[in-house]
């Protein structure tokens, strides 16, 4: 297994487009996650699926804003009319769920630097 | 949900010296990472530790649950350790600090 993959690595695009992210997590991995990093700020959890099912959002996450994990393997990050405010990194990362045996590390993929001109 | 608190913010050293970065969490977490940012912004793994002490190298971390912090040792630094140091507390997502900036000055 190669990690968690993320495409695109860049992104620009103009104020009030589209933009559509993927992530493919680990392959035995059924949490994955999404978060948004700002420059000089933490990572900012955004939303995280168990599977297919999407068990928790944070407030961050405006109504522009949707992910998917349809078949529980790899998810998309789509933000509608985007803004400049919605420039920054977006990380995706997978894990185990907590009660496996082998623990909940979660490994991060390289990210999307996305930039709303 | 739990609070993270990293300290220092910053931290610049001579190559050589020793380091310790701490991580506070609000309430009890049933994971506990270290990351290091690379210069590309990718999150590498560094220790996966919700208890106990862990060794790598140059590297060692220890995490006391019931005291709700963890600490991150870094042994002779060198100028490749420089970068920005996450710890990441989890009850289901893991919540971030706001990192240490480290540099290490040769």
């Known amino acids: 297994d190669t990690g968690v993959s993320q495409d695109p690595r860049h992104k620009i695009t103009k104020r009030g487009q589209n933009v559509t992210f993927r992530c493919d997590p680990i392959?035995?991995?059924?949490?994955l996650y999404w978060y948004r990093q700002t420059l000089g700020q933490g990572p900012e959890f955004l939303t995280y699926f168990q599977n297919e099912a999407q068990l928790e959002k944070s407030r961050l996450l405006s109504d522009r804003f949707s992910a998917e994990r349809p078949k529980g393997s790899f998810s998309t990050l789509e933000i509608q009319r985007t803004e400049q405010g919605d420039s920054a990194m977006y990380l995706c990362?997978?894990?185990?769920?907590?009660?496996?045996?082998?623990?909940?590390?979660?490994?991060f993929g390289q990210g999307t630097r996305l930039t709303v001109v | 949900g739990i609070q993270v608190e990293q300290s220092p913010p910053d931290l610049i050293l001579q190559e050589g010296a020793n380091s310790t970065l701490r991580c506070n969490f609000s309430?009890?977490?049933?994971?506990l990472q270290w990351f290091h940012q690379n210069p590309w912004g990718q999150l590498i793994n560094l220790f996966y530790i919700p208890s106990g002490t862990k060794q790598n190298g140059r590297l060692s971390a220890t995490t006391v649950a019931t005291e709700r912090y963890s600490l991150l040792y870094i042994s002779s630094s060198q100028t490749t350790d420089s970068g920005v140091y996450f710890c990441g507390g989890s009850q289901g997502n893991l919540i971030f600090g706001k990192g240490t900036k480290l540099s290490v000055k040769p």
């Open positions: 990362a997978s894990s185990l769920a907590w009660s496996s045996r082998k623990g909940t590390e979660a490994f």
């Open positions: 309430d009890s977490v049933n994971n």
């Open positions: 392959s035995e991995h059924n949490r």
